[in-house]
């Protein structure tokens, strides 16, 4: 057992496990961390076992690392397994012997596969089969490479042969996790965000080559040594977290790890042409009044925020060009017309490069931005130049290397200077973001600005701090705006007052310092973001459906309502928040019903280029361990997918438990009215939106009612 306190477990005890190390070593891990919600304990077990690993076999700990992840490759590298529902249940038939009605009814019961696969194996009568050897960690993650790297022709038998194999080693609770890694839904909750946590830990604890554990810090449990401890495992954190931001693959990290430990990892793994860095995001602000009170004091940068998609261009000193998506996915041959522009741009003292702008469609013809909705309809993959019926503009807002050097770590003025200077402009095709610099006291200069972005289709202003600046006092700038912004509402006179309050009680009078580098994976108060609906950017969450009832009446085929849920990531679970039936179309109701089907096991025909993919087994029966509920749907969806939802206002619940003990010890949140705007296709299920961005939506609700009692605007 290692779900112990990393201090009492001692992973020189496990120094007779055979290497390469069995797979049911990483099988009772994934038990372990299965079995609890405690994320403390999911972290120390992860770092025990990473640590034994380390220790004992340092060969399976990239296997070790991507198994527990659910992958196999970084997002870039566009790796997919082609396992599809057909491919799954023959296998599963095949090596535990049951027929595929018993197989049917089991999936009905239970809605996972690997509990599935497991139930049906372990049914199985061994007597007289020959045991199978013991898997492997780093066998099983060579088979689950060698499946997705299975293509052409016969490539669904050959997969089929491969899961077949896996199946058959696989012994008791190793079938429900090897199934479930097949799937990708190995639902073991919170472990991207862990793994960065678990191995900084690990590492700390654990010299590379075998030195002992004990001597790196006292094990003791005085205060001092706590406290110490808490301090180097914080600072390997930030290293970690800080490396995989700008190198977001573990194929990178954990051998320099393993070389040279986290202190030499930045040394060892640092930013990387061709390699894309997890973009900074922008903080969401109420309005103009918000933002021009957050930035006293500071000169910063307004630009359009347009309405299109992210796009990081990597270019070598060969001239071999790479553009990755927000979500880090290469999209290069998605716009072969920009890569061609490239050559023309980039003056001669620049070689290689890394930057970042927004791809907008645009009428040629009129120089009109075109919308989102315009661009997604363009091809996404291998499309030839000659065949581009979407023109597209990029606008450049951002410059992260210059040949070979890292610029993130300059001021933003500076960055935005060396784009600016180092590439040439082609008009409507490759250019800048429209700006302008401003500080707090131009607020008409900057409501014009905002004004204009609308009118350009934009969705907003970005707004970004110009240099690094220290701490300030803003107390004669903020008596300036407050002065101004009376004259346009009583409300925003109240909120700039309020907010000129809590700045000053929160920091004696001064302002913190804002830095103006660029900080990939983060999002800070130096990137903010004006968007035009003034509720927009705070009465929406973006919520995961987790289940639904039956409809009724003109909905009796469908389902409806469904239940929405917020993230924790403290612990990886789901928070049920509302139930929802409002704002879908008939379409869509139908296309859920299809996406979201029990009756899991059809029969159409799956050919290699549509496999059924597997993943597609998205009902359960039994509510998944990692949900919190209070309510029992008829169906569990296994949560795949993010929407974005309005709602008039948060209540306290009795019911509900999403965000309890945050804002009240024993109710949780639910919201009202709630309205279904949109799927958001850019976002995954742990991009949704957290318990702690809820209370901080109620807590603003409440100040703003508290605001409106002062101001005497209540009816
Ligand atoms: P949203 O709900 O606004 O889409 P998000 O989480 O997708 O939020 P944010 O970081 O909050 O992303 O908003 C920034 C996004 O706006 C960027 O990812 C980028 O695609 C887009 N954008 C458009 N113009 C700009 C600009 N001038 N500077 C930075 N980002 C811009």
Redo the contacts with the bound molecule.
């Keep these: 057992p290692f779900d112990h306190d990393p201090f009492t477990f001692d992973p020189t005890a496990y120094s007779h496990l055979p290497t390469p190390i069995p797979y049911a070593l990483l099988a009772h891990a994934f038990t372990l961390v299965n079995s609890t919600r405690s994320r403390i304990k999911i972290t120390d077990s992860l770092t025990n076992l990473l640590r034994l690993l380390i220790l004992h076999d340092p060969s399976s700990l990239l296997a070790a690392v991507w198994l527990t992840t659910n992958d196999v490759a970084p997002p870039y590298e566009g790796v997919e397994y082609g396992i599809g529902s057909q491919i799954l249940s023959k296998a599963i038939q095949n090596t535990s012997g049951i027929s595929a009605g018993q197989l049917r009814t089991l999936f009905n019961k239970m809605g996972d596969a690997g509990d599935v696969a497991f139930e049906a194996k372990s049914k199985q009568r061994t007597l007289g089969l020959r045991k199978p050897a013991a898997l492997t960690i780093k066998g099983v993650f060579d088979t689950v490479i060698k499946i997705a790297r299975t293509k052409g022709q016969g490539s669904q038998d050959a997969k089929r042969g491969l899961v077949e194999r896996l199946l058959r080693e696989g012994k008791g609770e190793e079938v429900r996790y090897l199934t479930r890694t097949l799937v990708q839904h190995l639902r073991i909750g919170a472990v991207k965000t862990t793994m960065l946590i678990a191995l900084a830990r690990a590492f700390s604890l654990t010299k590379p080559n075998g030195a002992q554990w004990e001597t790196m810090f006292p094990a003791g449990t005085t205060k001092a040594s706590k406290e110490k401890r808490q301090e180097v495992f914080g600072k390997a954190e930030e290293i970690l977290k800080q490396c995989f931001a700008r190198r977001p693959n573990y194929n990178d990290i954990v051998p320099a790890l393993i070389d040279g430990g986290v202190e030499e990892l930045n040394v060892r793994c640092p930013s990387k042409v061709h390699i894309p860095l997890k ?1 900074m ?2 903080s969401i602000t109420r309005d103009l009044s918000e933002m021009l009170i957050k930035l006293q004091g500071r000169d910063f940068a307004c ?4 309405d299109g998609q ?1 796009a990081q261009i990597h270019c070598d000193d060969d001239g071999n060009i790479s553009i990755f998506s ?1 979500h880090l996915e290469l999209m290069t041959s998605k716009y072969p017309d920009l890569v061609a522009l490239i050559p023309k741009v980039r003056t001669a003292s620049v070689k290689s490069f890394i930057l970042e702008g ?1 791809v907008v469609a645009i009428d040629r013809a009129t120089g009109q931005l075109r919308t989102f909705q315009t661009l997604s309809n363009r091809g996404r993959k291998d499309v030839l130049i000659k065949d581009v019926e979407i023109d597209v503009c990029f606008f450049g ?1 951002d410059c992260m290397m210059i040949n070979g050097e890292e610029m993130m770590s300059r001021p933003f003025r500076e960055r935005r200077e060396l784009l600016r200077s180092l590439f040439t402009e082609v008009p409507g095709q490759f250019t800048w ?1 429209k700006s302008i610099d401003a500080v707090s006291a131009d607020e008409d200069v900057v409501l014009d600005f905002f004004k204009s972005a609308l009118k350009e289709k934009c ?1 907003g202003i ?1 707004v970004k701090v110009l240099d690094n600046l220290p701490e300030v006092s803003p107390d004669a700038e903020v008596m300036e705006t407050s002065a101004v912004m009376s004259s346009q509402s009583k409300t925003v006179k109240g909120k700039v007052k309020k907010a000129t309050e809590s700045a000053a009680n929160g920091s004696g009078g001064r302002r913190k310092a804002l830095l103006s580098t660029y900080e990939p994976d983060k ?1 800070l108060e130096s990137w903010l ?1 004006v968007k035009k609906d003034y509720d927009a950017a705070a009465d929406s969450l973006d919520l995961v459906p987790i289940g639904a009832w039956h409809g009724s009446g003109r909905k009796n085929k469908w389902w409806s309502p469904i239940l929405l849920a917020v993230r924790n990531p403290d612990t990886g679970s789901l928070e049920a928040v509302c139930k929802c039936m409002s704002g879908f179309t008939d379409d869509f109701y139908k296309a859920l019903r299809e996406k979201y089907n029990p009756d899991i096991l059809d029969d159409s025909e799956e050919t290699e280029e549509d496999p059924a993919p597997a993943n597609q087994l998205l009902t359960s029966s039994t509510k998944p361990s990692y949900y919190e509920s209070p309510l029992r749907p008829d169906v569990w969806f296994i949560a795949s997918e993010v929407w974005e939802v309005k709602f008039a206002d948060i209540t306290l619940s009795p019911v509900y438990t999403a965000g309890l003990g945050l804002v009240d010890p024993e109710r949780g949140m639910s919201i009202r009215f709630p309205r279904f705007i949109r799927k958001r296709d ?1 976002k995954s299920v742990e991009e949704a939106s957290t318990r702690q961005f809820l209370a901080s939506l109620w807590e603003k609700q409440e100040s703003r009612e508290g605001q409106k009692k002062a101001d005497g605007l209540e009816w």
């Design positions: 973009p995001l922008g630009e359009y925020k347009y992210r927000r927004e807002f973001v969705e970005m999002r973001k850019d």
